[in-house]
């Protein structure tokens, strides 16, 4: 099957939850996804057998807000009255490859008690990159089979988050 | 009585060279001999290189990303320049691309060669660990002569390569090539008839084919149970398209199938490296590069001697990169541990462990 075929395949099953697609690159296709709606999108793609888990990452925003001004996943998430005026959200991004073609689902999730489901029950493989996640960017990552830090230290003070943009190395 | 016997025995290896020369920190639960679970802490060297990557400019980054590891130094030097390039929509020159493959395939002749070392030696055969060690010095003198540096190479700068190959030069590595190419011969004999060997790799650490993709493993460890992924022949980078390589497979999925697909890797990387000797293109080494890249966002995967080394790059338009995320393969490969030890004498752990060639520097990134 060719690329695009490939992605448009995605494109499809992922049809339900879509809040917004992309094509940043001729063989990625970025979904827009709720937070919510996560694992009914990957169960689908693991359903249909639509390629692997390459990785799970996360963007933290600070001071760029002004960029999701017409983002209505942002301004859903303000109505929502769980971000404070000033906050600036955080970004989940799940990759998924298959062959040449990587569809990322991209979640917003607001700075402050920013939660996502665990997706172990379906692919076992992400638990590692949840740890991470929970840990380098304070994205709760509930009922992962494993909630304890993969990387940092157990004396690790709490609600300290390294890869989110307002840590400055050192000065902690 | 009854409590006793539900009460789990946890057995804690590490943190100080669980096996290997690394720090990391696993706890078996046991039943007498027998594992019943696994679980894992990395971390201990971590140096958070993807935090500092976000404070330095596009080339300072270069170096520090390929000291992530020091086995894989060039993947990661080839994973970034290659993204780092697509953002700015520069191509680099095909003499360039050629050689950046070049030496990532010696790089995987090293790496494999480092890890059968590392694997016999926790199988209790010293002289086969010796013997690996001491050929794989042919390839690391083989390195030095080409960039001028065992390890960490540097041989990418963005936008080509800074080591240009002659003909002496080729003719070294020709001689250097086929040395190991009949010590590998040597090699697969033993992995594959020594009784004593065999003892400790048949049917250990088996996974099917579903059940390596249900645990995600990646490169080598994955194409021992028959999962057809690799990067270099599913999207080729560099200059996989016009040397392209075999896809090595093996359908037994156990440790001795790991040790069969990495010594026969070997003899495909030799023949790609001579192609590439005979065929090499002429030309210039570097494409000239902008010092801010343009906004954006991209992701570059190749194929690490590992397996799949993916790295997210987001550009925000200045000097300095936004976020560079670096999902190395050993993070995916841990699985097999965790997800294979149940069942086995808590004494396989080392050798399941070794197999997967774990590289800890991979993960505490």
Redesign the interface.
């Known amino acids: 099957m060719s690329t695009e075929a490939t992605l448009q395949t995605a494109q499809a099953l992922l049809a339900p939850w879509t809040k917004g697609a992309r094509a940043p690159e001729p063989d990625r296709l970025d979904v827009l996804i709720d937070a919510a709606d996560l694992t009914a999108a990957v169960q689908t793609l693991h359903d249909a057998r639509w390629g692997y888990l390459a990785a799970i990452t996360a963007l933290d925003y600070l001071g760029k807000t002004a960029s999701f001004a017409q983002d209505a996943r942002w301004q859903a998430l303000m109505a929502s009255g769980r971000v404070p005026a000033d906050g600036a959200p955080l970004e989940a991004l799940y990759f998924f490859a298959a062959g040449r073609a990587i569809v990322t689902l991209r979640m917003l999730l607001p700075r402050e008690g920013a939660a996502i489901a665990s997706i172990c029950g379906i692919l076992p493989s992400a638990s590692f990159f949840e740890r991470e996640l929970s840990e380098m960017f304070g994205i709760t990552v509930t009922e992962t089979p494993d909630p304890n830090h993969l990387f940092l230290p157990e004396n690790w003070p709490a609600g300290v988050h390294p890869l989110r943009k307002d840590f400055a190395p050192g000065r902690q | 009585m009854e409590n006793e016997t539900r009460e789990k025995f946890i057995i804690p290896i590490g943190p100080q060279h669980p096996a290997l020369k690394e720090p990391g920190h696993f706890e078996f639960s046991v039943d007498g001999e027998t594992v019943t679970g696994a ?5 201990y060297v ?1 140096r ?1 290189i ?3 990557a976000e ?1 330095r400019n596009w080339v300072q980054d270069l170096y520090l990303l390929e000291r992530i590891c020091g086995i894989c130094s060039h993947a990661h030097a080839l994973a970034y320049s290659l993204g780092v390039e ?1 953002l700015a929509g520069v191509t680099a020159p095909p003499r360039a691309q050629a050689i950046r493959q070049l030496v990532a395939e010696l790089e995987r002749v090293h790496s494999h060669l480092l890890w059968l070392g590392v694997s016999a030696h926790e199988a209790g055969f010293d002289t086969l660990f010796m013997f690996s060690w001491r050929d794989r010095e042919t390839i690391m003198d083989v390195l030095e002569g080409l960039t001028g540096n065992r390890v960490n190479y540097s041989v990418n700068v963005l936008g080509g390569v800074k080591a240009d190959i002659d003909d002496a030069r080729a003719d070294a590595i020709r001689r250097g090539i086929d040395f190991l190419e009949e010590r590998t011969q040597h090699y697969l004999k033993i992995a594959t008839s020594d009784e004593t060997f065999l003892r400790r790799t048949r049917g250990v650490g088996y996974t099917s084919r579903e059940q390596a ?4 493993l990646v490169g080598p460890t994955a194409r021992a149970a028959n999962v057809a ?1 690799d990067v270099r022949v ?2 080729p980078y560099a200059a996989y398209t016009d040397f392209p390589v075999q896809m090595t497979l093996d359908t037994r999925g156990d440790l001795e199938a790991r040790f069969v697909v990495r010594i026969r890797e070997l003899f495909e990387s030799y023949r790609v490296v001579r192609q590439i000797l005979d065929r090499l293109p002429a030309g210039e080494l570097t494409a000239r590069m902008p010092r801010r890249i343009k906004e ?4 570059s ?1 190749i194929e690490a001697p590992r397996g ?1 080394l ?1 790295y ?1 790059i ?1 550009s925000n338009g200045s000097d300095k990169p ?2 560079i ?1 670096v ?1 190395t393969p050993s ?2 490969n ?2 097999v541990v965790t ?1 294979t030890a149940k069942g086995h004498q808590l004494a396989d752990m080392p050798m399941i462990l070794a197999g997967m060639d774990p590289c800890f520097s991979c ?2 990134r």
């Open positions: 679980t894992v802490r990395l971390g971590h958070g993807e935090k500092a404070e697509k993709e249900e645990l995600g992924r599913d999207v954006g966002e991209t992701v995967r799949e993916f997210f987001k936004e976020r995320k999902r993070i995916c841990f699985a997800g993960n505490d």
